[in-house]
């Protein structure tokens, strides 16, 4: 039975890139048996802790200016 699952673009492109001409199961399942981590696949993990909420805030304190310059210009 297979299973459909959605993965990024950027995911995809290092799955695709590490396959050559196996399956993306079978280097999925390769990587796992081998007492790897999906996570070594895809990449994720790379960051340091804290990375993704200084990120989060960034990108808040950033929109924010973009939305406060987007109201004035249509009033």
Not at 23 to 47: C, M, N, P, Y
């Amino acid at each position: 039975m297979s299973k459909n699952i959605s993965i990024s673009d950027d995911v995809y492109r290092k799955l695709k890139r590490e396959k050559g001409d196996r399956s993306f199961s079978e280097v999925i399942e390769d990587r796992l048996e081998a007492g790897g981590k999906l996570a070594d696949v895809t990449g994720q993990g790379i960051f340091e802790e804290g990375t993704h909420e200084d990120v989060k805030d960034d990108i808040g304190r950033l929109s924010g200016g973009t939305l406060e310059r987007l109201d004035d210009e249509t009033r």
